[in-house]
């Protein structure tokens, strides 16, 4: 039997000229919505196929046609492909130039894709912040410090002596007193701090303390340990007398116990070992007579005999 134009399937153009026009939908705005020249997008319902790009690009324009005026893409860009195969320009095709993919409309706009590079970046910027320790107040050279000097508990009485090449006297042992009794914690000039469960890591503590302020650490604490990037700033006493300060001066302390028992008897077990404290040229003019400290002065009641 002959095959009449009656019973032959309608092409792939006219039927997206047919599905477009009763979307009421002209050609610039498919070519708008597809990101298609819209020259194309009239040979293809024209079925001029010899001006068409390769059948990979070609068949993509009506895939992404077809999808706009709601046809199958699917089963259009199968039958598009029969087309081209038969069409007498088959092997003239020519090379389409770079313009868009198979199928335009799933790649990213460019906006996009410039709004997440300067996210990523944002998020990189405030995770170096973070990593620094200026949001916290603790410094950019605390995590290096604190590597560093680990606990930071050596007695600052003998770095003169041990500079000036003179072994230090380790001081003698305390008599026994009382355990227990409060902690407290006074600021004698601004310092931020942090006190802490060593165990869990639960914070009874964290900020800055102004002058003269204080800070008494629960008694209910199980192990309270201290963190602090300026332990000359702040005076402890334990039930009401005064102890050792906590560390030297502008040295990074952490996990430095709090217990009382632990504070009364820190002294004699600081000096058995101190470190050796680095010569300096400011140093060299006047080993034996160190420069105390003017951020904490000497506390009322404290054994310690200025040299």
């Known amino acids: ?13 006219v039927q997206l000229r047919a599905a477009r026009e009763a979307r009421g939908q002209t050609l610039d705005e498919i070519a708008q919505q597809t990101r298609i020249p819209a020259r194309h997008l009239a040979q293809i319902e024209e079925g001029r196929l ?17 999808r706009t005026v709601g046809l199958d893409p699917t089963v259009l860009s199968q039958q598009f492909r029969s087309e081209l195969s038969h069409s007498p320009a088959a092997t003239t095709r020519i090379t389409y130039e770079p313009y868009e993919p198979a199928d ?4 990213p706009p460019r906006l996009l894709a410039i ?16 990593r620094s320790g200026l949001i916290s107040g603790e410094g950019t050279d605390a995590p290096a410090q604190l590597a560093a000097q680990g606990d930071g508990t ?34 004698v000039q601004p310092v931020w701090f942090k006190v802490s469960e060593r165990t869990g890591g639960a914070t009874l ?13 629960p008694a209910t604490a199980a192990d309270p340990v201290i963190r602090t990037g300026k332990p000359e700033a702040l005076g402890v006493t334990v039930g009401g007398q005064p ?11 952490s996990n430095l116990s709090l217990k009382p028992d632990f504070l009364r008897t820190r002294p004699a077990e600081a000096t058995t070992a101190p470190p050796p404290a680095r010569r300096t040229e400011g140093a060299a003019a006047s080993l034996d007579e160190p420069t ?16």
């Open 104 to 107: 335009p409309t799933r790649l």
């Open 154 to 187: 050596a007695a600052p009485g003998n770095i003169a002596a041990l500079s000036a090449g003179t072994p230090a006297t380790p001081a003698p042992a305390p008599a026994p007193v009382a355990t227990g009794g409060a902690v407290v914690l006074t600021a």
């Open 243 to 253: 102890v050792a300060p906590l560390g030297k001066p502008a040295h990074v302390i």
């Open 205 to 217: 503590f964290i900020g800055t303390l102004d002058q003269g302020k204080s800070f008494t650490v």
């Open 292 to 307: 105390p400290s003017a951020a904490v002065p000497p506390a009322a009641g404290d054994n310690t005999t200025p040299r």
């Open 1 to 13: 039997m002959v095959e009449t134009s009656e019973t032959r399937e309608p092409t792939v153009g």
């Open 50 to 66: 010899e001006g068409l790009p390769a059948a990979t690009y070609s068949a993509g324009f009506v895939k992404a046609f077809a």
């Open 115 to 130: 709004v997440a590079l300067l996210i990523a970046i944002l998020l990189a910027a405030g995770y170096a912040v973070w």
